[in-house]
């Protein structure tokens, strides 16, 4: 069964870091493009940032761009998102997601797998 499920999420000052983490099981990662997607209460889902398979090319939305980074452990069949300088516009629900597409894509539909979310709220 494939399954995604992210967790690191959390209340953090503004100006402040948290890691959020991406754990795969019933596929290896490493073998799917992975997403980073953020929703706040009210707004669509938009796209934070994506890890190709191969290669370690990365795409990032221009919001996060300097200040986040998506790395990836294979050996721990993980994703990370590392988020640096948190400002409140970067409260939302974060959301890991697959794709078999050679892709960084920021568009949600070319994710076929999904995490259930993580909580991150800036706040002082």
């Known amino acids: 069964q494939v399954r995604l499920v992210e967790s690191g999420g959390g209340l953090v000052q503004p100006g402040g870091s948290l890691r959020l983490s991406c754990v795969a099981s019933?596929?290896?990662?490493?073998?799917?493009?992975i997403g980073w997607f953020r929703q706040a209460p009210g707004k669509e889902r938009a796209f934070v940032g994506s890890l190709i398979q191969t290669g370690g090319k990365t795409a990032y939305a221009d919001s996060v761009k300097g200040r986040f980074t998506i790395s990836r452990d294979s050996a721990k069949n993980t994703v990370y998102l590392q988020m640096n300088s948190l400002k409140p516009m970067d409260t939302a629900t974060y959301y890991c997601?697959?794709?078999?597409?050679?892709?960084?894509?920021?568009?949600?539909?070319?994710?076929?797998?999904w995490g259930q979310g993580t909580q991150v709220t800036v706040s002082s």
């Open positions: 997601a697959a794709s078999k597409y050679f892709t960084t894509s920021p568009n949600p539909s070319d994710y076929a797998f």
């Open positions: 019933g596929f290896t990662l490493e073998d799917y493009a």
